[in-house]
């Protein structure tokens, strides 16, 4: 196992908590000299907080723990391609390396709709290291959805039939 598979199975034990809370299976690790400094998953849900992705609860955190918003030395691990929110919290957060599973070609801004992380416009931009155990981040995510819309559809029956 890589160190790069190592840390993104810690973010998938991330995403597999935000599951078992009813939240979209997204994990994020942050790390500093091969030490793990923050973690975190989608709470997007259960806030009611628009920002709480993983990868964002997982910046403000390792902030906090270096004392500064510049996360100049810091590897992001992170289960699913960033959105544009996180992609620019990573770019204004100087986060030099990221390391993503899964692609996001409806919302990932790291290479599926748009690079923001490595946008020659801006001033700080990111490595990035994809792929990372792809086929378990994208079949979290894809088996979360299957059992939402079974459930939706089993509650759709339900409601048919008291009625009928």
Not at 51 to 75: F, N, V, Y
Not at 87 to 116: E, F, H, Q, W
Not at 125 to 148: A, D, K, S
Request: with cysteine; hydrophobic share 40%; glycine share 6%.
């Amino acid at each position: 196992m890589t160190l790069d598979e190592y840390y993104m199975t810690l973010a998938i034990e991330e995403a597999k908590k935000a599951e078992r809370i009813g939240e979209v299976p997204i994990g994020a690790v942050i790390v500093y000299q091969d030490t793990v400094i923050a973690r975190a998953h989608n709470l997007r849900e259960s806030s009611q907080d628009p920002t709480a992705h993983a990868e964002h609860l997982a910046i403000t955190r390792a902030a906090k723990i270096m004392g500064s918003w510049r996360l100049e030395d810091c590897q992001l691990y992170i289960t699913l391609e960033p959105c544009v929110m996180c992609s620019g919290a990573i770019v204004m957060s100087r986060i030099p390396t990221v390391v993503y599973g899964a692609t996001d070609p409806k919302g990932g801004c790291a290479g599926s709709l748009m690079n923001l992380v490595q946008e020659p416009r801006f001033n700080h931009r990111v490595e990035l290291r994809t792929g990372v155990l792809e086929e378990q981040c994208g079949e979290l995510l894809r088996q979360f959805f299957r059992q939402m819309r079974q459930r939706k559809k089993s509650a759709k029956i339900i409601r048919t039939d008291e009625h009928t």
